[in-house]
């Protein structure tokens, strides 16, 4: 709900001023966000994503927001060489954005590159340690690492912080899942889909839990 609302004051914004690179960077953003949690389909929103970040660098070309913004829609599309470059680009302009670090070691996770990952992932976390979003995926990156008594640790410090976030108590059961503990993953993969009012790709992550209980 968050994200839908602001995505649409980020609209409203845009549509106030259509030269306010921020506001479509942020635009850019909610749309990723909302397509990687499943409450929109790739097809409709991964083109906002990537027209408004491009919408952004074209009316300020030196954004660290508009650069980071680009480079997660790029990710998205499988770009990834794209997507390194504007990270990297973000960085050198902004090194103390969060956001930037945090997407950038998605990134790098997702290239196989764990030990960068984690490095960029606790940087963003030392900048916004009271970011939600960036504490969980610390735990993502000790996930995709197939370390998990560090990711399980580290997501029940986001769960901690707030019971009700969706996520954390995905990743949480889905290192739980991988942990063998596997009880404990499907508790915690049903909290996750009930939180997120049942968004697809939480709830199949229920289904393979099951699965995997037997």
């Not at 609302?5 to 845009?14: G, L, R």
């Given at each position: 709900?968050?994200?839908?609302?602001?995505?649409?004051?980020?609209?409203?914004?845009?549509?106030?001023?259509?030269?306010y690179?921020?506001?479509y960077?942020?635009?850019?953003?909610?749309?990723?966000?909302?397509?990687?949690?499943?409450?929109?389909?790739?097809?409709?929103?991964?083109?906002?994503?990537?027209?408004?970040?491009?919408?952004?660098?074209?009316?300020?070309p030196?954004?660290?927001?508009a650069?980071?913004?680009?480079g997660?829609?790029?990710?998205?599309?499988?770009d990834?060489s794209?997507?390194?470059?504007e990270?990297?680009?973000?960085?050198?302009?902004?090194?103390?954005?969060?956001?930037?670090?945090?997407?950038?070691?998605?990134?790098?996770?997702i290239?196989?590159?764990?030990?960068?990952?984690?490095?960029?992932?606790?940087?963003?976390?030392?900048?916004?340690?009271l970011?939600?979003?960036?504490?969980?995926?610390?735990?993502?990156?000790?996930?995709?690492?197939?370390?998990?008594?560090?990711?399980?640790?580290?997501?029940r410090n986001?769960?901690?912080?707030?019971?009700?976030?969706?996520?954390?108590?995905?990743?949480?059961?889905?290192?739980?899942?991988?942990?063998?503990?596997?009880?404990?993953?499907?508790?915690?993969l049903k909290?996750?889909?009930?939180?997120?009012?049942?968004?697809?790709?939480?709830?199949a992550?229920?289904?393979?839990?099951?699965a995997v209980?037997?």
């Amino acid at each position: 709900e968050s994200m839908q609302k602001a995505e649409q004051y980020f609209q409203q914004a845009v549509d106030n001023d259509s030269t306010y690179a921020a506001a479509y960077s942020g635009l850019a953003d909610c749309n990723s966000g909302l397509t990687w949690h499943g409450f929109k389909s790739p097809a409709e929103a991964l083109p906002k994503a990537y027209a408004a970040a491009r919408k952004a660098l074209e009316i300020n070309p030196e954004s660290a927001e508009a650069h980071a913004s680009l480079g997660l829609a790029m990710s998205h599309r499988w770009d990834w060489s794209g997507a390194e470059a504007e990270f990297r680009r973000a960085l050198q302009l902004d090194p103390q954005y969060a956001n930037a670090h945090h997407w950038y070691g998605d990134y790098l996770s997702i290239r196989g590159r764990h030990n960068e990952a984690l490095a960029e992932a606790k940087r963003a976390l030392e900048l916004d340690p009271l970011n939600l979003m960036i504490s969980t995926w610390v735990g993502l990156r000790y996930y995709l690492a197939h370390d998990y008594r560090h990711a399980i640790e580290q997501n029940r410090n986001s769960v901690e912080l707030d019971p009700n976030f969706a996520a954390a108590h995905l990743l949480l059961g889905e290192d739980y899942r991988e942990a063998g503990l596997h009880s404990e993953a499907v508790n915690e993969l049903k909290k996750a889909a009930n939180l997120s009012g049942d968004s697809p790709l939480y709830t199949a992550q229920v289904a393979a839990a099951l699965a995997v209980e037997g």
